[in-house]
């Protein structure tokens, strides 16, 4: 209760135009309840789905958003560690929030496992994630922006696979397919960036 408790006090403090605004929450019977703005656009993965992949345009267009919302708590020494398409609501006029601090942690006390358990979505979770190694800092958020990215251009993570294994395995020692070969609408130095974004080095 008392992390629940710490976790609210850090969200309602995150006034962001590109991070969705927490009020309050409380817990009962072990169940964690948080009231939120409500954002009525649907999610990134929704778009993602429906189109395939996206304008490399749009992509840039909405990736700003969601770089300056990483870089706003990253400043605030706060790690989300659970960046992926489905924590990025829209807005009906097109504006990108990032949503579901549920994993955060502070720099300087963040930890990369609970009960036992590496904490993240395996498709876009970043190799000091999965190697549950401190210290943690803001690159694995962008580590796992960068596979968000990666999606939006091909319509697919980097790595994908039927079970988690493989999958992690991927992240920690495989290099993506290149997204020109994908999508060879996607400028060069689009490419290089996201590329950069999924270097194994933090």
């Known amino acids: 209760i008392a992390r629940f408790e710490r976790e609210i006090g850090i969200l309602k403090t995150l006034r962001h135009p590109n991070i969705v605004r927490a009020f309050g929450g409380v817990c009962e019977d072990k169940q964690r309840f948080y009231a939120m703005e409500l954002l009525e656009g649907g999610t990134l993965w929704d778009k993602i789905q429906k189109a ?47 949503s579901d601090f549920g994993l955060i942690s502070v720099m300087s006390d ?57 999958i992690l395995h991927a992240h920690l020692h495989d290099q993506p397919r290149p997204i020109s070969e994908i999508n060879s609408e996607c400028p060069a130095a689009l490419e290089r960036l996201v590329m950069r974004m999924l270097e194994k080095d933090p």
């Open 110 to 166: 963040a930890k990369l496992t609970a009960d036992g358990r590496t904490l993240g979505t395996v498709q876009y979770m970043s190799p000091e994630q999965i190697r549950g190694k401190p210290p943690l800092t803001g690159s694995t958020d962008i580590y796992s922006l960068g596979c968000v990215f990666y999606e939006m251009l091909t319509g697919d993570p980097p790595f994908v696979g039927e079970n988690p294994g493989p």
């Open 52 to 98: 395939g992949y996206l304008p490399w345009e749009k992509v840039t267009d909405w990736g700003q958003q969601m770089c300056a919302a990483l870089t706003y708590a990253h400043e605030r020494q706060i790690i989300h560690r659970d960046v992926k398409p489905n924590n990025f609501l829209l807005t009906k006029n097109g504006q990108v929030k990032l």
